[in-house]
């Protein structure tokens, strides 16, 4: 061992630990933040999907500029999920939430803001998680739902929507649009899907590079479904699947005009006063097991919903409509009649067209307790259904009137599988006989699939706009439709700054004017959102920046008074200080 | 070369010092491990000095955009989320090695600690200690690392922690050290049951020292070699786990994080792929580089099985 040679002790000192424990100071100690914040948010970012994760983080250092404190945290959706749900609008440090995002829209054509915004929709058994209250736009939106007259309906929303714009409760970020890529080959792909009314339509798909009589298609959602029973969920997952096996009394015509047509219904007709209104069946519809379709189901899946013991999340909407069985009757095997204790928009724009109507003869032996287990709702195995006249049918899934056929589960492909039903009782325009839904994770891997040829169509929640320029012409064509939807970063109205104000200065030196500071917070958080800088950089481009709850597409939309909210910390701040904040 | 030869002859005390002399002198690739490491630990020092941009600067998100090529403002372009990519790099080099080098020394002391008395206590301590390590060696540690952080995350609402900059970082580093001793611990252990029958060393008991000097002055130094070996594996190992908790969605959103950059980036390799790369590029070479050092050490402390 020569003399000259450093100890291993001298050599790590020197160079080693000491040069890398230099770099520990400036990790630990940041630089420091703002002198005092005004109040603190915890801003929850569900880790699902990295768009929505950036700009909400981008929001909310933005926020930060305004002296607030912003706690952020990627958490599951669970977790969000879980404390939103609490009965008394707990803040995050109560147990609930200061502020998350999310993407959000009616699940109906016709906008039903009371759905998700009226006091009667709080949770738990609501979805008004944020505790929207406010006089004015709790009369708007009951004004609309109630009233039969479309001259006055359209007032109220015009109402809502200007009520929403000035007081800000919850923050719109962006409506975008649905950006899907196809196969090249596909033609009669003329919608987007919009759960649970819209979903994929393979039976006016033609694919002109097919030859031979037996076509096959393939669809690609994200996540694979809870449960395949309509009444048990309305989410994309699911209604991508059970979607092309039922149908509903009315459906819409097409993704263009929106327009609810005739379905199982071949006509509906109601009073003056909205309040009676008799459906006329469609005669001639025939069950996938043969049996003919009457009255009697319809009743059957009215029934089964308004009983609280199936537990259905249609179960709220139609005991607002009908309030009880009392408002129904059957007059013929294909009349019902129907008298509502009270006019509601819901009938129309949900009950018609967005439940699927289920086949009393095949479930009705099927008890609450089974419904979600049983081989309708998971589709891996077999039941046998006798129809009314001694026939027996084997069922590999669910039984509708619809134009496909369950045909289980394909575990080689990991696809739910269906055939085109021959005796569906509409025209079909497609030459696809065989179609498959498959769950594909993640943006890259879902244009992987259509590269292969893997699938010919996928859901718009892929968000493939960031790489479009990716998609080469000779297998993908890119179609963007309307989507009918919004972003929002959604507040928490309970909280003591943004949502009541008693927390803010202004509030505590005269609580009469809190609700009004929370209202310039609020409008100062809008302004701190860059909105066109999200669009442009995050989303490619394919959206128009966000305002109130209401499709920017839609005609109800009043774009003269909604004009888009500018990104500007100035003004922001001067609001802040209108709240009582002060700034050096 | 013959030296060496002589300087561990089982009979002799065997070499303490000069074990990274050694390596830099003999094994090609300790050199070139340690000139990786140096160039991470460089960067990880001066490298801010060099950006004007702070860590977490978004301001291109509302100048030249997201993923932008390259520019004199911006030398290796911005990211999906508007941040500068070189600055992101340099960054996360502290982060990189604060988490490899606080991971391990947690690690190492305990591993040490727990090791050095297991093989010197042998018997039951022996037994006891060895499955409580085993036990370390076969929980899974990432799915209990991702639940604690959460757990931890929510705990610490209200509380003066939440203060703590960096705090979920901390906890990952904490964790990555506290689930990464076993493996040193049993290195220990396994030097200690060797050296503590050499014959210098009972030659010190009978000289009258103490247990513990004996452990300190005598058995610890010799069983450093081999240590230091799985330690500077460990800060590549440490460095890898936390880029890959990042990468899952679950790291420090406060901290610069190669992992959580390939997080958000890997989505738009195709756009842009500099954003993914070049992340990916920096854990590899300082993965690489501590895994090379451990490998030039190793060669070091084992000449003959090298020759051999």
Redesign the interface.
Same mark, same amino acid.
């Given at each position: 061992m020569s003399n000259n040679q450093p100890t291993r002790r001298e050599f790590l000192q020197r160079v080693g630990i000491g040069a890398a424990a230099m770099t520990v100071p400036t990790v630990i100690w940041s630089p420091a933040h703002a002198a005092e914040p005004h109040f603190k948010i915890y801003l929850t970012i569900f880790n699902n999907q990295q768009t929505r994760m950036i700009w909400t983080d981008l929001i909310g250092k933005n926020i930060a500029e305004l002296g607030v404190e912003v706690v952020t945290s990627y958490v599951p959706p669970s977790e969000v999920i879980s404390r939103r749900a609490n009965e008394t609008g707990a803040t995050y440090t109560e147990g609930g939430f200061d502020m998350y995002s999310e993407r959000i829209y009616y699940s109906t054509m016709m906008p039903l803001p009371d759905v998700l915004f009226s006091k009667a929709a709080f949770p738990p058994f609501g979805k008004n998680f944020y505790r929207v209250e406010d006089d004015i736009l709790e009369q708007a939106m009951e004004t609309y739902s109630s009233s039969p007259d479309p001259q006055k309906r359209a007032e109220a929303l015009k109402t809502f929507e200007h009520r929403w714009y000035d007081i800000q409760p919850l923050h719109m970020v962006f409506y975008p649009e649905d950006v899907i890529a196809i196969n090249p080959d596909l033609e009669g792909f003329d919608a987007t899907t919009y759960n649970p009314v819209f979903f994929p339509r393979p039976e006016n798909w033609t694919i002109t590079s097919a030859t031979g009589p037996d076509v096959s298609a393939a669809f690609a959602c994200w996540q694979p479904p809870t449960t395949l029973v309509p009444m048990y969920s309305s989410g994309y997952n699911e209604s991508n699947i059970f979607g092309p096996v039922y149908n509903s009394l009315m459906e819409y015509d097409s993704w263009e005009t929106k327009k609810a047509v005739p379905a199982l219904a071949e006509s509906v007709t109601a009073s003056e006063d909205g309040l009676v209104w008799t459906i006329k069946l469609r005669e001639g519809v025939k069950w996938h097991s043969g049996e003919e379709f009457t009255a009697d189901d319809v009743i059957y899946t009215w029934d089964t919903i308004l009983d609280p013991a199936y537990a259905s999340v249609q179960n709220s909407p139609l005991v607002s409509t009908f309030g009880s069985k009392e408002a129904y009757e059957k007059v013929s095997p294909y009349e019902i009649k129907v008298t509502l204790p009270k006019y509601s928009i819901l009938f129309e724009g949900l009950v018609l067209t967005s439940i699927s109507i289920m086949p009393k003869h095949a479930y009705a032996s099927i008890g609450p307790e089974e419904f979600r287990k049983h081989t309708i709702s998971t589709w891996t195995s077999g039941f046998t259904v006798t129809t009314s006249d001694g026939r027996t049918y084997e069922a590999k899934g669910a039984v509708g009137t619809g134009p496909w056929i369950p045909a289980g589960f394909d575990a080689m492909r990991k696809a739910y599988r269906m055939v085109k039903n021959p005796d569906y009782w509409k025209e079909t325009t497609g030459n696809v006989t065989e179609f498959f839904v498959v769950n594909i994770q993640g943006a890259d891997a879902v244009l992987s699939a259509l590269k292969a040829g893997e699938i010919d169509a996928h859901d718009p929640m892929y968000d493939i706009g960031t790489l479009v320029s990716t998609i080469e012409e000779d297998w993908g064509k890119v179609l963007t439709f309307d989507s009918y939807k919004w972003q929002q970063t959604c507040l928490n109205l309970k909280h003591p700054v943004f949502g009541t104000g008693v927390d803010t200065p202004l509030g505590k030196q005269d609580p009469s004017r809190a609700a009004e500071a929370a209202v310039y917070v609020r409008q100062a958080i809008s302004h701190a959102i860059p909105r066109e800088q999200i669009i442009k950089n995050l989303i490619a481009g394919y959206g128009k920046p966000g305002t109130v709850p209401m499709p920017v597409t839609a005609e109800e939309y009043d774009h003269d008074y909604l004009k888009p909210i500018p990104y500007d910390l100035d003004l922001a701040k001067s609001l802040m200080e209108k709240a009582g904040y002060k700034y050096a | 070369m013959t030296?060496m030869n002589d300087?561990i002859d089982p009979v002799a005390r065997p070499?303490?010092? *000069? #074990?990274? *002399?050694?390596c830099l002198r003999t094994s090609m690739t300790g050199r070139v491990g340690f000139g990786l490491v $140096?160039f991470v %630990?460089i960067v990880?020092?001066f490298g801010?000095l060099l950006t004007p941009y702070?860590p977490?600067d &978004?301001s291109a $998100? /509302?100048a030249v *955009?997201? =993923?932008a090529r390259p520019s004199a403002d911006h030398w290796l372009g911005t990211d999906?989320? +508007?941040y500068d990519i070189l600055t992101q790099l340099l960054y996360g080099a502290?982060?990189a #090695? %604060?988490v490899g #080098? *606080?991971a391990v020394l947690i690690s190492g002391c305990a591993g040490i600690l727990i090791g050095g008395i297991a093989g010197y206590r042998g018997g039951w301590t022996d037994e006891v200690l060895m499955r409580f390590a085993e036990f370390f060696l076969v929980v899974p540690i990432f799915i209990i690392i991702l639940a604690v952080v959460?757990v931890l @995350?929510?705990a610490v609402? +209200?509380t003066a922690f939440?203060t703590m900059? /960096?705090f =979920?970082l901390t906890v990952i580093i904490l964790m990555i050290g506290l689930f990464g001793w076993a493996p040193i611990a049993r290195m220990t252990r396994g030097e200690f049951l060797r050296i503590k029958t050499l014959e210098f060393v009972q030659a010190a008991r009978c000289g009258g020292q103490s247990g513990r000097q004996i452990v300190l002055s005598e058995i610890l130094p010799n069983a450093?070699p081999s240590i230091?070996v799985l330690i500077a594996l460990e800060i590549g190992g440490a460095i890898l786990a936390e880029a890959m908790i990042s990468f899952l +969605?679950? +790291?420090d959103? =406060?901290?610069v994080s190669w992992g959580q950059m390939l /997080?958000?980036n /890997? &989505? @738009? #390799?195709?756009?842009w792929p500099m954003a993914s790369l070049a992340p990916g590029f920096m854990i590899f070479i300082t993965v690489l580089g501590f895994n090379l050092l451990a490998d030039g050490l190793s060669d070091a402390a084992n000449p003959r099985a090298r020759r051999r």
């Open positions: - | 030296s300087s070499a303490r010092f *000069g #074990l990274f *002399g050694r $140096m %630990v990880a020092i801010p702070a977490k &978004q $998100m /509302y *955009g997201a =993923n999906r989320l +508007g502290r982060t #090695l %604060v #080098l *606080g959460r @995350s929510k609402t +209200g939440e900059p /960096y =979920n450093f230091v +969605g679950f +790291g959103p =406060n901290a /997080y958000f /890997y &989505q @738009s #390799l195709k756009i």
